[in-house]
């Protein structure tokens, strides 16, 4: 009786109590904080410093496509374009054209799902699609695998990191780890934690704006988006203004095969958004300012002034990383870029 | 032994199958992973937590509690990874395991209607948030216009207020009467649009796109909330625990049947071990009993040995004595065939030296008394003077005459009596001599003695059986032994007596050679040219009583002791015969025997029988 007491009912209890705490320490520290909307960046986890090594290796490596000329870096420009691609469409091995517009890498870790159409879950799944996506790197695994391989050094890195070695599993490990310790938080995020003088008062404004008028329903969160689907033209339609219909149009609508999903996307992340021009999934608007009047045509259904949008796009360029915002100043000829992941020693 | 390992395979495969059998039980009843149960069951609630939670981030969601979807957004990968360690642990768990699909699908279903709700909450929510706000600035607008008091503008602006009363009413408690309502309203509104200033107008497309936007999204948000509401994710977990925790108690179960079982299994051993112990006991005792009375038979036997051998050992004793009896009688035989030959030998001389005294007698008598008497009568005449000349001229005659007798040949005659006398007592002298040497009892028992001597001595001795025969001798150089002369001497004597008997008395001859074999060996040879020896006979030789002679004549021991006397002296006697040509005794004797005390006292018990 006593053994089914203490076993059965204390850890329950114990759960709930802890639980309990847990709120409240949740609500303290909400109402502590703030209740905005859009959250600041939690820290990255603590990854094997080789193992982040290895992955940003691999994540600039070409021989990861069929061809040899792709490699991750060449879609997710990670100096220039803020993890993006500066193409409307991205070019994959063999020259095979891509259906959208590659999307920033940088906090792909904290979005909810992975491409436009959300159909990878994990970091490691999309990796191990983009490996077989002709208009990506177009090869197979076999081939990728046997190909670096005959590389020592990768292989000796691979054996003292993993115990079973060089492995399709442990290449999406050690690239997904990569790419996990991308997210670098910017000015706004320390304006949420506190630091009013983080940035301007146009930018506040334009914060202030990007509430008022709703764009902060779908862009909210860590990531200031990622974090749900909408459909792209929630009032008049997008498609048919734009004409030239393609099947990547067709969004989330290509994975469910379910009718209410036709033109539906994941909401991009607006982190960084400054510097992933040209925007949309088909990359067809190349400025920030076009891209918020077109949000506000399709998605807001309503228009505003001119000062508005501008005071908007202020604010959204204070959601540039600093370590981007450093490394874009400092990127000049010469200068080595200032390294973008913010691994730690384990 | 085929059978051997047919039954040691089998004993082995016994023993196998009871420690297998053990080895199951023991097996099936180890706990069951009851952490792994803890854990599956954790997992379980876990996902029933984060359902919890989606719901009710859903309904803060709804409420505009919540300003950001992160909260419904986050567990998507968390439950992707709950479900994917739960498969883990359920491993091959049978009927929990078939559910787990099941539950993928459905949290992928509520996660799919959590989706279309954070889109159409997204849309309703601004929408509304928008609204009140773009009714506002068409009524600023129309209060600022010029036709302000334009029935249609007037209108419009009652309709503004009447649809967002009715729109704000329709979000909180939504039904068709209302929806309706408002449809017609703006309707109305749609109709009238061309009659307002253009600015207005615009506005009004916008709060009529709204609104509608507000029915179609709130109509959608029914629809989803139904959806989501009838998704059994709840059920399906609490299904899944029931199922894991009835698993659970059914292996507690198999494990108390399992255990019971091993009980059994254990006290049913148990008796074995006990039983196989019990014999095992029995079973020493009765090899103790064995062993002790094994041990009362052994010293019963070794009392039996004791007394055997006791008397065994009065039987040697009698045997020895017998055998000395024997021995002592067969040397009686033999001395009495030598004293026999001696008693000849010695009569012989004795008859001349008798005669020769005889004889000398006689003649002293007869002529040496004559002449002394008449010698005697012729001095008294001589002396007394009274005599007659006659008379003393007959006592000289008569003196004359007996003096003439002793004359010439007779004093020849006395000495040549008196010679033969002489040697006849020299060969008397001899043969005693000869019997002393031969038996040398006046000396120690064991010396050192010339072989040939012995021989020599022992052919004198035989001399009476031997005269006529011819005798050979080749002696070699030979070193002195050291040994028993009487015995040794005792087998010569019986050899060459054999000897002399086997040959014929014509042309019967003896050789008798000596030489040295090595530096410590001598060897004698003593052979015959007479009848042989049969080679059936041949084997028997040495045997005790053995003997081709006529019952009486001989003992059939000669041999036998002269073989026993030779092995006592460390040497070998052989013997080599042909029928009809002769036989011929080898014997080899070292210079030293072995100087074995028992031995040397046999020898001198030998040599004292």
Same mark, same amino acid.
């Given at each position: 009786?006593?053994?089914?007491?203490?076993?059965?009912?204390?850890?329950?209890?114990?759960?709930?109590?802890?639980?309990?705490?847990?709120?409240?320490?949740?609500?303290?520290?909400?109402?502590?904080?703030?209740?905005?909307?859009?959250?600041?960046?939690?820290?990255?986890?603590?990854?094997?410093?080789?193992?982040?090594?290895?992955?940003?290796?691999?994540?600039?490596?070409?021989?990861?496509?069929?061809?040899?000329?792709?490699?991750?870096?060449?879609?997710? /420009?990670?100096?220039?374009?803020?993890?993006?691609?500066?193409?409307?469409?991205?070019?994959?091995?063999?020259?095979?054209?891509?259906?959208?517009?590659?999307?920033?890498?940088?906090?792909?870790? /904290?979005?909810?799902?992975?491409?436009?159409?959300?159909?990878?879950?994990?970091?490691?799944?999309?990796?191990?699609?983009?490996?077989?996506?002709?208009?990506?790197?177009?090869?197979?695994?076999?081939?990728?695998?046997?190909?670096?391989?005959?590389?020592?050094?990768?292989?000796?890195?691979?054996?003292?990191?993993?115990?079973?070695?060089?492995?399709?599993?442990?290449?999406?490990?050690?690239?997904?780890?990569?790419?996990?310790?991308?997210?670098?938080?910017?000015?706004?995020?320390?304006?949420?934690?506190?630091?009013?003088?983080?940035?301007?008062?146009?930018?506040?404004?334009?914060?202030?704006?990007?509430?008022?008028?709703?764009?902060?329903?779908?862009?909210?969160?860590?990531?200031?988006?990622?974090?749900?689907?909408?459909?792209?033209?929630?009032?008049?339609?997008? +498609?048919?203004?734009?004409?030239?219909?393609?099947?990547?149009?067709?969004?989330?609508?290509?994975?469910?095969?379910?009718?209410?999903?036709?033109?539906?996307?994941?909401?991009?992340?607006?982190?960084?958004?400054?510097?992933?021009?040209?925007? +949309?999934?088909?990359?067809?608007?190349?400025?920030?300012?076009?891209?918020?009047?077109?949000?506000?045509?399709?998605?807001?259904?309503?228009?505003?002034?001119?000062?508005?949008?501008?005071?908007?796009?202020?604010?959204?360029?204070?959601?540039?990383?600093?370590?981007?915002?450093?490394?874009?100043?400092?990127?000049?000829?010469?200068?080595?870029?200032?390294?973008?992941?913010?691994?730690?020693?384990? | 032994?085929?059978?051997?390992?047919?039954?040691?395979?089998?004993?082995?495969?016994?023993?196998?199958?009871?420690?297998?059998?053990?080895?199951?039980?023991?097996?099936?009843?180890?706990?069951?992973?009851?952490?792994?149960?803890?854990?599956?069951?954790?997992?379980?609630?876990?996902?029933?937590?984060?359902?919890?939670?989606?719901?009710?981030?859903?309904?803060?969601?709804?409420?505009?509690?919540?300003?950001?979807?992160? &909260?419904?957004?986050?567990?998507?990968?968390?439950?992707?990874?709950?479900?994917?360690?739960?498969?883990?642990?359920?491993?091959?768990?049978?009927?929990?395991?078939?559910?787990?699909?099941? @539950?993928?699908?459905?949290?992928? $279903?509520?996660?799919?209607?959590?989706?279309?709700?954070?889109?159409?909450?997204?849309?309703?929510?601004?929408?509304?948030?928008?609204?009140?706000?773009?009714?506002?600035?068409?009524?600023?607008?129309?209060?600022?216009?010029?036709?302000?008091?334009?029935?249609?503008?007037?209108?419009?602006?009652?309709?503004?207020?009447?649809?967002?009363?009715?729109?704000?009413?329709?979000?909180?408690? &939504?039904?068709?009467?209302?929806?309706?309502?408002? $449809?017609?309203?703006?309707?109305?509104?749609?109709?009238?649009?061309?009659?307002?200033?253009?600015?207005?107008?615009?506005?009004?497309?916008?709060?009529?796109?709204?609104?509608?936007?507000?029915?179609? $999204?709130?109509?959608?948000?029914?629809?989803?909330?139904?959806?989501?509401?009838?998704?059994?994710?709840?059920?399906?977990?609490? $299904?899944?625990?029931?199922?894991?925790?009835?698993?659970?108690?059914?292996?507690?179960?198999?494990?108390?049947?399992?255990?019971?079982?091993?009980?059994?299994?254990?006290?049913?051993?148990?008796?074995?071990?006990?039983?196989?112990?019990?014999?095992?006991?029995?079973?020493?005792?009765?090899?103790?009993?064995?062993?002790?009375?094994?041990?009362?038979?052994?010293?019963?036997?070794?009392?039996?040995?004791?007394?055997?051998?006791?008397?065994?050992?009065?039987?040697?004793?009698?045997?020895?004595?017998?055998?000395?009896? @024997?021995?002592?009688?067969?040397?009686?035989?033999?001395?009495?065939?030598?004293?026999?030959?001696?008693?000849?030998?010695?009569?012989?001389?004795?008859?001349?030296?008798?005669?020769?005294?005889?004889?000398?007698?006689?003649?002293?008598?007869?002529?040496?008394?004559?002449?002394?008497?008449?010698?005697?009568?012729?001095?008294?005449?001589?002396?007394?003077?009274?005599?007659?000349?006659?008379?003393?001229?007959?006592?000289?005659?008569?003196?004359?005459?007996?003096?003439?007798?002793?004359?010439?040949?007779?004093?020849?005659?006395?000495?040549?009596?008196?010679?033969?006398?002489?040697?006849?007592?020299?060969?008397?002298?001899?043969?005693?001599?000869?019997?002393?040497?031969?038996?040398?009892?006046?000396?120690?028992?064991?010396?050192?003695?010339?072989?040939?001597?012995?021989?020599?001595?022992?052919?004198?001795?035989?001399?009476?059986?031997?005269?006529?025969?011819?005798?050979?001798?080749?002696?070699?150089?030979?070193?002195? @032994?050291?040994?028993?002369?009487?015995?040794?001497?005792?087998?010569? @004597?019986?050899?060459?007596?054999?000897?002399?008997?086997?040959?014929?008395?014509?042309?019967?001859?003896?050789?008798?050679?000596?030489?040295?074999?090595?530096?410590?060996?001598?060897?004698?040879?003593?052979?015959?040219?007479?009848?042989?020896?049969?080679?059936?006979?041949?084997?028997?030789?040495?045997?005790?009583?053995?003997?081709?002679?006529?019952?009486?004549?001989?003992?059939?021991?000669?041999?036998?002791?002269?073989?026993?006397?030779?092995?006592?002296?460390?040497?070998?006697?052989?013997?080599?015969?042909?029928?009809?040509?002769?036989?011929?005794?080898?014997?080899?004797?070292?210079?030293?025997? &072995?100087?074995?005390?028992?031995?040397?006292?046999?020898?001198?018990?030998?040599?004292?029988?």
């Amino acid at each position: 009786m006593n053994g089914v007491f203490w076993n059965f009912w204390v850890p329950p209890f114990l759960r709930l109590c802890a639980g309990i705490l847990g709120a409240a320490g949740i609500l303290t520290a909400a109402m502590a904080t703030s209740n905005e909307p859009i959250k600041p960046l939690p820290p990255n986890p603590k990854i094997d410093l080789r193992k982040l090594r290895l992955g940003e290796r691999l994540f600039n490596d070409p021989r990861l496509s069929a061809d040899g000329l792709v490699s991750c870096a060449s879609c997710h /420009n990670l100096y220039g374009s803020g993890g993006a691609d500066p193409r409307p469409r991205s070019i994959g091995a063999k020259g095979v054209e891509g259906t959208v517009n590659a999307p920033s890498v940088f906090n792909a870790a /904290n979005s909810f799902r992975q491409f436009w159409d959300g159909r990878a879950l994990t970091l490691e799944d999309q990796i191990g699609m983009v490996v077989v996506t002709p208009a990506d790197f177009g090869t197979t695994w076999d081939a990728l695998l046997s190909k670096l391989k005959q590389d020592a050094e990768i292989s000796s890195m691979f054996r003292a990191i993993y115990p079973d070695g060089l492995s399709a599993k442990n290449v999406s490990d050690a690239i997904a780890s990569f790419e996990r310790t991308l997210p670098a938080p910017s000015r706004f995020d320390r304006y949420l934690q506190g630091d009013a003088s983080a940035i301007s008062d146009d930018e506040r404004k334009g914060y202030e704006k990007f509430k008022a008028y709703g764009c902060v329903a779908c862009h909210q969160g860590v990531n200031v988006g990622g974090n749900m689907f909408q459909i792209f033209g929630v009032i008049g339609n997008y +498609f048919q203004d734009r004409g030239q219909p393609k099947p990547a149009d067709l969004g989330r609508y290509n994975v469910t095969k379910n009718e209410d999903d036709k033109y539906v996307f994941k909401v991009p992340s607006l982190r960084n958004v400054a510097l992933t021009a040209p925007y +949309f999934h088909d990359g067809s608007v190349p400025t920030l300012e076009a891209a918020v009047s077109i949000m506000f045509k399709y998605q807001l259904g309503r228009s505003a002034s001119g000062e508005d949008m501008a005071l908007i796009v202020k604010f959204l360029k204070t959601l540039t990383a600093e370590t981007l915002e450093k490394s874009m100043t400092g990127n000049l000829p010469g200068k080595e870029p200032a390294p973008l992941s913010r691994g730690r020693e384990k | 032994m085929n059978k051997r390992l047919l039954r040691n395979i089998l004993a082995a495969f016994l023993v196998l199958t009871v420690i297998g059998l053990l080895a199951f039980l023991v097996y099936r009843t180890q706990a069951v992973d009851s952490q792994l149960h803890n854990e599956q069951t954790t997992a379980l609630r876990e996902l029933r937590q984060i359902d919890i939670r989606l719901d009710i981030n859903v309904l803060r969601s709804r409420m505009g509690l919540n300003n950001d979807y992160d &909260p419904l957004s986050a567990p998507v990968s968390q439950i992707d990874a709950l479900c994917s360690h739960l498969s883990e642990l359920l491993g091959n768990d049978g009927s929990t395991l078939k559910s787990l699909p099941e @539950l993928r699908a459905v949290f992928d $279903q509520k996660l799919r209607v959590i989706d279309q709700f954070k889109a159409q909450n997204a849309i309703l929510r601004n929408s509304l948030h928008y609204v009140p706000t773009v009714s506002d600035e068409i009524q600023l607008l129309i209060r600022k216009n010029a036709e302000a008091g334009s029935p249609a503008l007037k209108r419009l602006n009652d309709m503004l207020v009447r649809v967002l009363n009715d729109t704000l009413r329709y979000n909180l408690m &939504p039904d068709s009467a209302t929806s309706r309502q408002i $449809q017609i309203s703006l309707a109305q509104m749609q109709r009238e649009l061309p009659l307002y200033p253009e600015e207005i107008a615009a506005a009004t497309q916008g709060f009529i796109n709204h609104v509608h936007v507000i029915l179609r $999204q709130r109509a959608v948000e029914i629809m989803l909330m139904a959806r989501l509401g009838e998704i059994p994710v709840p059920s399906l977990i609490e $299904q899944m625990g029931k199922a894991l925790d009835q698993e659970f108690a059914l292996q507690m179960q198999e494990i108390d049947h399992y255990r019971n079982y091993l009980a059994i299994y254990s006290a049913f051993l148990l008796c074995i071990v006990f039983y196989f112990a019990m014999r095992l006991v029995s079973s020493f005792r009765m090899i103790a009993r064995a062993n002790q009375q094994l041990q009362e038979v052994n010293e019963f036997l070794e009392q039996r040995v004791r007394e055997r051998t006791a008397d065994l050992r009065s039987a040697l004793e009698d045997l020895k004595a017998s055998e000395a009896q @024997l021995i002592q009688s067969e040397k009686m035989a033999s001395l009495g065939q030598m004293v026999a030959g001696v008693a000849h030998e010695i009569n012989t001389p004795l008859g001349y030296v008798r005669s020769s005294i005889e004889t000398l007698s006689t003649q002293i008598n007869e002529k040496v008394r004559h002449f002394c008497q008449d010698a005697q009568a012729l001095l008294n005449a001589m002396y007394t003077g009274r005599v007659d000349e006659a008379r003393i001229a007959a006592c000289l005659s008569a003196a004359h005459r007996s003096s003439g007798e002793l004359k010439g040949s007779f004093f020849d005659d006395v000495a040549a009596m008196l010679r033969d006398g002489l040697y006849g007592i020299d060969q008397i002298r001899d043969m005693v001599l000869n019997l002393k040497n031969f038996s040398r009892l006046d000396r120690s028992r064991v010396t050192l003695f010339r072989i040939e001597d012995g021989i020599e001595s022992t052919l004198q001795l035989a001399r009476q059986q031997i005269e006529h025969l011819k005798i050979t001798k080749d002696f070699g150089t030979t070193t002195p @032994l050291r040994c028993s002369p009487s015995q040794i001497n005792q087998v010569f @004597l019986n050899i060459i007596t054999n000897a002399a008997q086997a040959v014929s008395p014509k042309d019967g001859l003896i050789r008798i050679s000596t030489w040295m074999q090595d530096t410590s060996h001598v060897v004698i040879e003593i052979a015959d040219n007479g009848k042989g020896i049969s080679s059936e006979n041949l084997k028997k030789i040495f045997d005790p009583f053995f003997t081709t002679k006529a019952i009486g004549q001989g003992t059939g021991l000669g041999l036998s002791i002269a073989y026993k006397i030779i092995q006592k002296h460390g040497g070998q006697i052989e013997v080599s015969s042909r029928e009809g040509k002769g036989s011929a005794f080898l014997i080899t004797l070292p210079t030293e025997p &072995p100087s074995d005390p028992e031995e040397g006292e046999e020898l001198a018990d030998g040599a004292a029988a």
